[in-house]
């Protein structure tokens, strides 16, 4: 039987129109059956799901997502551009996610789309041997050594930034989150790669972190001229400066100088080891230790400038804290001194380090951990998670579950007499549990206590409160809504002189 192309031409609109009615209903069938038993919404837009709901407003959403879990079952779901997810609120549950990273159960990505997003050498996409063998190489990175060359070098950064914020802000409130992203900024460049950074350089650099950041905070279409294809160029580029510093700091250690600088801690055993004859250890190319670094710098980057700003809403709102730091602080370190504050005295700084710890708690900056499921894997006994579901263990709702009076803000929780950081181990999950589990810690809690002591010593500070000021915004980590707005005014007589010297 002969049909005329004319006719063939004429039903093209009605099969065009047929295949994608079925595609949608496919699609809702889909997310219906992987759904299951689990809250979540019946139906979801089709195609790009509930991607605009995330973008728009995400505190709304993953607030929704957490209310919908419950205690029981402690799960719910939904469905953004294309990919199923499950948000995790039960802590226990969260953890068959984090002891479960393996290449057949869950591998965790950091962001929704994070491997298109974060390129090829990416440390936290390792598993086995191959993460083992990178832990090892940046073992020398954090060592007491290591960890006082860094503590110099950010309290000779924080002081130049609180001495210009001060001075700039003419008597006029201030919001804090830019001026404390460009502190970050800095600290993880001079930290992480300091002498191996131009001016031009340090420039690029933070126009391409600011793309970046914006990238993850868009939809995911990676096409030409979108913010998500832009973040993308722009994580190579940056890639790209940091592997140049690499091979830099090879050459410099090579010379027989000492180390400056992270890169230096974790090049110095690389080089050795290359010059006693051996080869050189795996993944310890330029290409792939830039890519590593960026890893690093993005984990600092912007979990730092949440909890600084955070440290500084609750200090100003907590006004026998900030007592308490202060005579903490002043028995230890003085600004008329002119020195630095020691490793030895951070150390002393007790109380201090548990007001820190429990701005982590009590604002987790990174709220979810996505990983995606390998293959099915039975979370519960009535739910399996079906293969490429992204699921998001929740660090937020894990911090206000077991600890004593969790939705209040309590440091002395992390005494020596209650020490719930032990008690409640399991849910203080800020910096990630298993194999996965944050290298940098102590260097982050370091810099969050030398900020909250110089900056509550330094200067005196006011917020300006307004309506949701409080509110949680993410950005992409989460910070006050306005931004953690202030007046602020020099509380010393003069500015301690400090030098590396």
Not at 220 to 240: E, H, Q, S
Not at 320 to 329: A, D, N, P, S
Not at 420 to 437: I, S, T
Not at 448 to 474: H, N, P, Q, W
């Amino acid at each position: 039987m002969f049909i005329s192309i004319p006719i063939i031409a004429s039903l093209v609109p009605y099969i065009v129109v047929s295949a994608l009615l079925l595609f949608l209903l496919l699609e809702q069938l889909s997310y219906i059956l992987k759904k299951g038993n689990l809250p979540g919404p019946l139906f979801v837009p089709p195609i790009i799901g509930n991607a605009v709901s995330v973008v728009r407003d995400p505190t709304s959403f993953w607030y929704k997502q957490s209310a919908l879990a419950g205690n029981s079952p402690g799960l719910s779901a939904n469905y953004v551009v294309g990919k199923f997810i499950v948000y995790i609120r039960d802590t226990e549950l969260s953890h068959q996610i984090f002891t479960n990273v393996r290449p057949d159960a869950f591998h965790f990505v950091g962001h929704p789309f994070g491997k298109k997003l974060f390129g090829d050498h990416n440390f936290i996409y390792m598993f086995g041997d191959d993460h083992k063998s990178v832990r090892r190489q940046i073992a020398p990175n954090f060592t007491p050594k290591a960890l006082s060359t860094y503590s110099s070098l950010m309290q000779l950064i924080i002081l130049r930034h609180l001495r210009l914020w001060e001075e700039s802000c003419n008597g006029g409130p201030v919001s804090l989150r830019n001026l404390v992203r460009e502190l970050n900024l800095e600290t993880s460049q001079t930290v992480f790669v300091g002498p191996y950074l131009d001016e031009e350089a340090r420039n690029k650099f933070r126009t391409d972190y600011n793309i970046f950041n914006l990238g993850t905070m868009t939809l995911p279409f990676d096409l030409p001229g979108t913010a998500f294809r832009k973040a993308r160029m722009a994580v190579k580029r940056l890639a790209n400066i940091l592997a140049v510093c690499a091979g830099k700091s090879k050459e410099k250690m090579a010379a027989g100088e000492e180390p400056t600088c992270l890169i230096d801690f974790w090049m110095q055993p690389i080089v050795a080891e290359a010059a006693s004859g051996n080869p050189p250890p795996p993944h310890s190319r330029d290409e792939e230790i830039g890519g590593f670094l960026f890893d690093f710098l993005f984990a600092a980057q912007d979990a730092s400038t949440s909890s600084l700003l955070w440290a500084v809403t609750q200090l100003e709102s907590k006004p026998e804290v900030l007592k308490r730091v202060r005579e903490e602080v002043g028995s230890i370190w003085s600004p008329e001194s002119n020195a630095l504050i020691t490793v030895d005295q951070l150390a002393e700084m007790k109380y201090t380090l548990n007001v820190a710890r429990e701005v982590v708690r009590y604002r987790p900056p990174a709220t979810m951990v996505p990983h995606v499921a390998a293959k099915d894997f039975p979370l519960t006994k009535t739910y399996t998670i079906p293969k490429g579901t992204i699921v998001f263990p929740s660090v937020f709702d894990s911090s206000f579950q077991g600890f004593t009076e969790p939705d209040r803000f309590d440091p002395d929780r992390f005494s020596e007499t209650r020490k719930e950081d032990q008690v409640f181990k399991r849910n203080f999950l800020a910096f990630g549990w298993g194999p996965h589990q944050c290298v940098g810690q102590r260097y982050a809690l370091n810099h969050l206590v030398l900020f909250i002591a110089m900056f509550s010593t330094l200067l005196d500070f006011k917020r300006v409160r307004s309506d949701g000021c409080d509110e949680i915004v993410y950005c992409p980590t989460i910070s006050p809504k306005d931004g953690c707005t202030v007046f602020l005014s020099r509380r010393v007589a003069a500015y301690p002189d400090l030098s590396l010297n």
